[in-house]
């Protein structure tokens, strides 16, 4: 019942570097696309969040692109840092009730 | 304040054994979600609360699951007749409404089904 494909599944990147992790969902009817963010033993953390009426969103070092045409949406972190390494869900819903996550990607920023 | 919290952090049974996992929501939150997570994938939607009744229990994997929250508050997710593929981390969330912007998790149940 994958409603919602992310990639990639691992990401390394240097201090400093953008990283981009994809998403893509199929349920049309979905409104509403956070992304979290989960350090081991925690539970999932809500990083940002867009909805279909706007095609980005920026939050500090965080944006999420949003493409509705091609049901996409993508986070990047700017200037990522070592304090980033974790692992981020993508996510979809509607009406932000039953959930659909992706796989996550884990990553690891190394200093 | 206190965020979610859920017990027992860690639960171990046998096969065939009956489970129950607690979730303490935020106070004055009066949406309740419950997920499943296994290793090395994302949270799967089990079953959604707003007060005491069950909103959308469309997640459920089968009729050994049943969740409740009698009071609109504390809510429990019961499985019957545990089998080992049962095992994952159950997480709980809760929100100030159904439908509201942030779903705040607990840590989650770690229950292994020997």
């Known amino acids: 019942q994958q409603q919602v494909k992310q990639s990639p599944q691992s990401l390394i990147v240097q201090k400093g570097g953008i990283s981009i992790i994809n998403c893509a969902y199929e349920n049309t009817a979905f409104d509403y696309f956070p992304w979290y963010q989960q350090f081991p033993g925690k539970g999932p953390a809500l990083l940002i969040a867009?909805?279909?009426?706007?095609s980005e969103k920026k939050e500090g070092r965080f944006t999420i692109s949003f493409n509705k045409s091609a049901k996409q949406f993508s986070l990047h972190i700017m200037d990522s840092q070592p304090g980033d390494s974790a692992t981020y869900f993508c996510?979809?819903?509607?009406?932000?009730?039953?959930?659909?996550f992706g796989a996550g990607t884990r990553l690891t920023v190394k200093p | 304040g206190a965020g979610v919290s859920q017990t027992p952090s860690n639960k171990v049974t046998e096969k065939g054994k009956y489970v129950e996992l607690r979730c303490d929501p935020i106070?004055?939150?009066?949406?309740l979600y419950w997920y499943r997570q296994s290793l090395g994938q994302g949270p799967e939607f089990l079953i959604y609360?707003?007060?005491?009744?069950?909103?959308?229990d469309s997640g459920l994997p089968n009729d050994r699951f049943f969740a409740v929250r009698p009071e609109g508050s504390v809510s429990t997710l019961k499985i019957q007749r545990t089998e080992r593929g049962d095992s994952a981390v159950y997480l709980c969330?809760?929100?100030?409404?159904?439908?509201?912007?942030?779903?705040?998790f607990g840590p989650g149940t770690r229950l292994t089904v020997l």
């Open positions: 106070s004055g939150h009066t949406a």
């Open positions: 609360f707003q007060g005491t009744g069950a909103a959308d």
């Open positions: 969330a809760s929100s100030l409404w159904a439908g509201a912007d942030t779903q705040y």
């Open positions: 996510a979809a819903s509607k009406r932000n009730n039953d959930m659909r």
């Open positions: 867009i909805r279909p009426d706007v």
